[in-house]
């Protein structure tokens, strides 16, 4: 089992930057790829970016490449998700995702992003 609390989220103007965390407890925090995820009012859930166990894998959706970067303290059990340049479309709850197999995986709570024109 593993427990996950973002933080993080708020009202930012377009083109300012927020920086998402996410906690992890239960099982062994080095031991799981992690992830975060978005979805936008009448849309499906989205990737925004991955991280393998180590840290040293990164995976980006293309709406975020360049603007977005993920990153995790395996000391601190807990995994970031760095915004910039931030556009009205990046409005979302944003979720963080704790990737332990196939058939196995968790989800947060989700933080609220809103992005002001």
């Known amino acids: 089992q593993v427990q996950l609390l973002e933080s993080g989220g708020g009202l930012v103007q377009a083109g300012g930057s927020l920086r998402l965390s996410c906690a992890a407890s239960?099982?062994?925090?080095?031991?799981?790829?992690m992830g975060w995820f978005r979805q936008a009012p009448g849309k499906e859930r989205e990737f925004v970016a991955g991280?393998?166990?180590?840290?040293?894998?990164?995976y980006y959706g293309d709406s975020v490449k360049g603007r977005f970067t993920i990153s995790r303290d395996n000391a601190k059990n807990t995994v970031y998700l760095q915004m910039n340049s931030l556009k009205p479309e990046d409005t979302a709850v944003y979720y963080c995702?704790?990737?332990?197999?196939?058939?196995?995986?968790?989800w947060g709570q989700g933080t609220q992003v809103t992005v002001s024109s």
């Open positions: 991280i393998n166990l180590s840290g040293g894998t990164t």
């Open positions: 239960g099982r062994t925090f080095s031991s799981y790829a």
């Open positions: 995702n704790a990737f332990i197999s196939r058939t196995r995986d968790y």
